[in-house]
């Protein structure tokens, strides 16, 4: 049934349907776009610096006592005690003869550093010398006495520094403390060579020992070493070895021709230089056995020259004396005495002819004399104990400490440079009664 409705009626009844229809209908309208906005930007956080760890403090070095020392007493003027090590060096120079004012070649021997010691002692240096030029050590031998070694005849060269009282040397700069002349040394072979130089320092008490003392190692306060290359202008001991071989068949020569020149034939001498070929043999027992052989061989082989050749007197003297083999020139006048003796007399003429040689061999009358009133080689000595005393041994002693002591002391005067009469005559002496006490008691 349909109701009429007023006007305003109607249209309050419309208002509600509206307002009930809009507010279901509301979801389902399209929204209005609102305003594009951009994106918030995020934030990034903040990051904290690294902060980097402060420095490990270097380590600080100990500090010495000369620094120490300085920081207290600026003022004080100091320098460290043992600044270097103990040394030694050899340097080549030129030496000058206070006799002669003569300059011959040679070398100055200096050291320095430091000698540290416990207590005040006084401290002696003991130089010595061996060649190392052919692959081994070689011992070098002196030919003047005050540097030969007491027992072995090896150069030594002994200096004290002093009294040293401890700590020890504060001298540390270089110090000469010797010179050497190369003619005072004999190493083996002469020319260039290549010598080792070494210094021990020991107390004043052990410093007299013999080098190969065992004393002299076990109280060394300090020791040093130096090679250095020189040239030496002597023979040396092995070129020396061959000079004897050749030397000792050049007597026999002598005698052949002295014989043939005083007396017109040589028959007297070929039995005389025979036994003076045995009696020279003879002193070479204990030597080298090759040196031995070489020596018989090159005095037969002058047997069959001196025979077959009539050699000048005057060219043999001076080929003999070429060798500069110590005493050979003594034993070559002793044979010829003893070819010119007649019924233990020299005839006066033969006396002229003597002392004719003497002149040729650069010999003095006094050892014509010597020989000339003589009955033999071995005057020098009247017995076998004075030999013993002249050389320093007993006779009592095994053949083995008697060989070696025998051995010892001919390389000590064998080495010997005599500077006038008085000392060849002394020196052919020792080497005489070396000879007689090796042949009597070997």
Same mark, same amino acid.
């Given at each position: ?27 389902? %309208? ?24 402060? &420095?490990? &403090? ?24 043992? #600044? ?29 550093? +430091? ?16 060649? %190392?030029?052919? #692959? ?71 410093? #007299?020992?013999?080098?190969? +003392? ?6 060394? %306060? ?110 070559? =006048? ?19 002819? =003597? ?50 002591? =025998? ?10 440079? &005599? ?22 008691? %070997?």
């Amino acid at each position: 049934m349909l109701v009429a409705m007023s006007g305003p009626d109607l249209i309050f009844y419309g208002a509600i349907a509206v307002a009930i229809i809009g507010l279901f209908a509301f979801p389902f %309208l399209p929204q209005r776009k609102k305003r594009a906005e951009p994106p918030p930007v995020p934030v990034q956080p903040k990051v904290r610096q690294q902060v980097p760890p402060p &420095p490990a &403090p270097k380590p600080t070095p100990q500090k010495s006592a000369e620094q120490i020392f300085r920081e207290a007493f600026p003022d004080m003027q100091v320098k460290p005690v043992f #600044g270097h090590p103990f040394g030694v060096r050899a340097e080549a120079c030129m030496l000058r003869d206070k006799t002669t004012r003569e300059e011959q070649p040679g070398f100055r021997i200096d050291v320095r550093g +430091d000698v540290e010691l416990g207590q005040e002692t006084i401290v002696d240096l003991v130089i010595t010398l061996e060649d %190392l030029s052919d #692959g081994s050590s070689q011992p070098v031998y002196a030919t003047q006495e005050r540097y030969q070694d007491v027992q072995t005849g090896q150069f030594v060269l002994r200096s004290t520094i002093g009294k040293v009282t401890p700590p020890g040397r504060p001298d540390a700069g270089w110090t000469s403390v010797g010179v050497v002349p190369f003619s005072n040394i004999r190493a083996p072979k002469s020319g260039a060579r290549t010598l080792r130089l070494s210094c021990v320092a020991v107390p004043t008490a052990l410093a #007299g020992f013999t080098v190969i +003392d065992s004393r002299i190692r076990a109280g060394m %306060l300090a020791a040093a070493a130096f090679n250095f290359e020189v040239s030496l202008v002597r023979k040396g001991y092995v070129e020396q070895r061959f000079a004897r071989q050749n030397a000792a068949g050049l007597v026999v020569c002598l005698a052949f021709a002295f014989a043939r020149h005083a007396l017109g034939e040589a028959g007297r001498a070929e039995t005389l230089a025979k036994a003076w070929r045995d009696r020279y043999l003879a002193r070479m027992k204990g030597e080298d056995d090759i040196l031995v052989a070489q020596t018989r061989i090159s005095v037969d082989a002058a047997f069959v020259i001196a025979r077959e050749n009539k050699s000048d007197l005057k060219v043999v003297c001076r080929e003999l004396l070429a060798y500069e083999v110590d005493g050979m020139a003594q034993q070559g =006048l002793a044979l010829c005495v003893e070819i010119g003796r007649r019924d233990g007399v020299l005839p006066a003429e033969v006396m002229v002819d =003597l002392k004719a040689l003497c002149r040729e061999l650069g010999l003095g009358l006094e050892e014509l004399h010597r020989f000339a009133s003589s009955a033999g080689e071995t005057s020098g000595a009247d017995d076998d104990q004075e030999c013993a005393k002249l050389i320093g041994l007993d006779l009592n002693w095994d053949s083995r400490r008697l060989r070696r002591h =025998l051995l010892d002391q001919f390389m000590k005067w064998n080495a010997r440079h &005599p500077r006038d009469a008085a000392e060849r005559e002394a020196i052919n002496r020792r080497l005489e009664a070396i000879a007689r006490i090796r042949q009597r008691y %070997l």
